[in-house]
């Protein structure tokens, strides 16, 4: 499974802007797919999960500003995000991986087996 992300890297303050992974190669019916973001010096952080059934997940500390979603084939998924502020600057990772059980964490990126090569959104005054 390969994972390309896609969306525009540079934005204003207070601008949404929609991010999209698009997986391609063998396909599983039924999967977990998630969006992370990773500043310089710090630990890759879980924003969004989605499953095949379109259960999304949110960390606490997006506060509604972000929204996970995927297209009818399960194949891409978006993360929209509004009113965007200078700490939401990082490289933002998409990530897959076969269905979760009951005991894994969404948020936890070692939770997930295909990455993608991620997408630096920037976020300026």
């Known amino acids: 499974v390969q994972l390309v992300e896609s969306g525009v890297g540079s934005v204003r303050t207070g601008d949404s802007l929609t991010l999209s992974c698009t997986a391609t190669g063998s396909e599983f019916n039924t999967r977990l797919m998630g969006w992370f973001r990773q500043v310089p010096g710090k630990e890759r952080e879980g924003l969004a999960s989605i499953d095949s059934f379109g259960t999304a997940k949110y960390s606490d500390s997006l506060k509604g500003r972000f929204t996970i979603s995927q297209d009818h084939t399960g194949n891409s998924v978006y993360l929209q995000m509004h009113n965007l502020q200078s700490e939401d600057t990082a490289m933002y990772y998409c990530?897959?991986?076969?269905?979760?059980?009951?005991?894994?964490?969404?948020?936890?990126?070692?939770?997930?087996?295909?990455w993608g090569v991620g997408t630096q959104v920037t976020v300026s005054s």
């Open positions: 990530a897959a991986r076969p269905p979760c059980s009951s005991r894994c964490l969404p948020s936890d990126p070692n939770e997930y087996n295909y």
